[in-house]
């Protein structure tokens, strides 16, 4: 009897230590759900079934988190400077959670408005509270700190190539030569040097709007249990997303299609990636935590929330 019993816990342990993961153990790549407009082809990645006659995406429900746009678009947080010297108030930014849940706030997510815009520098999950509490941001418009704060608005992730350069560096000089950078090869005018002035040029916003509503339109008609995504352009792969929840890929799916759609219209072009390159991208990604953990360290990043990976993004190889 004690055998029984010891044996149903340690099974019931290695399940839970398989839950925590996210690798092919208990996520699938539907490459047959592939969708494709113009310069941009998007791969779902669901949860397979756990053994015990559950899809494993009920076991990573977290249904007390949100996202920062959910919060931010229903009054549920607010968003302002924390001071007006830009020395030192620069790199952070004041919240106030009053949704009585906890808000999910990722590297890469971007803020306009303020005394210049900016970008989250780390992933973290804030927690309601009646106290003022801080997230640490990039400024990604270098020639901007006015006198008068404007109000906030969110403005969903950056593109994989800005993402990639802040999750690696956490460099301040180096964010603004990427933005530059981008911003010169769109041809883009920016007085203030504005990372958001592309999605604000009148044809790059149409392009935008198509590919946005193509893409939306595919992931409703599918059913929801997606919980991350790879995305390729022409013959490269530009990145992936994965999260520990449908509900989670959910929140955050509207604001990282802009990213992603962002960078195909402005660097991708038409074409398709061979599904043998696209696997051997992955099976760095998924095949294992070990290496998971060495790949992405270089070409990504993890976040941990509560001893379980929580979210992962990998960058283009």
């Known amino acids: 009897m004690r055998k029984s019993l010891r044996l149903v816990l340690l099974l019931l342990l290695a399940a839970n230590g398989a839950i925590s993961q996210l690798t092919y153990q208990n996520l699938y790549v539907d490459y047959d759900s592939a969708k494709t407009y113009k310069n941009l082809t998007i791969i779902p990645i669901r949860p397979r079934g756990n053994g015990f006659g559950e899809q494993t995406r009920l076991l990573y429900n977290y249904p007390d988190i949100i996202s920062l746009s959910q919060a931010l678009k229903q009054g549920l947080a607010t968003i302002s400077e924390r001071g007006t010297a830009s020395t030192e108030n620069v790199h952070w930014l004041r919240i106030n959670n009053k949704s009585g849940k906890s808000i999910f706030i990722a590297s890469g997510e971007m803020i306009m408005g303020g005394r210049q815009d900016r970008m989250v520098t780390r992933d973290t999950i804030l927690a309601p509270s009646d106290r003022d509490e801080y997230i640490p941001v990039m400024c990604v418009e270098e020639g901007r700190w006015s006198d008068k704060e404007k109000k906030f608005t969110y403005y969903n992730y950056a593109n994989p190539r800005l993402r990639k350069v802040l999750d690696q560096s956490k460099n301040q000089l180096l964010i603004w030569k990427e933005i ?116 992405l360290e270089k070409n990504g990043k993890i976040y941990r929330y509560k001893n379980r990976i929580f979210h992962i993004t990998g960058y283009a190889p």
């Open 180 to 295: 530059l950078g981008q911003l010169d090869y769109s041809k883009i005018n920016s007085p203030s040097l504005a990372y958001t002035a592309r999605r604000q040029d009148k044809k790059f916003m149409l392009q935008q709007d198509e590919y946005f509503r193509y893409f939306m339109q595919q992931f409703r008609q599918v059913d929801s249990s997606v919980t991350g995504f790879i995305c390729m352009s022409g013959d490269k792969i530009i990145g992936c997303d994965i999260f520990a929840g449908v509900n989670l890929f959910q929140g955050q799916l509207e604001s990282l299609l802009h990213g992603y759609i962002e960078e195909a219209i402005a660097y991708g072009h038409t074409g398709t990636v061979p599904r043998e390159k696209i696997q051997e991208y992955l099976d760095k990604i998924l095949t294992n935590e070990t290496l998971q953990q060495q790949y």
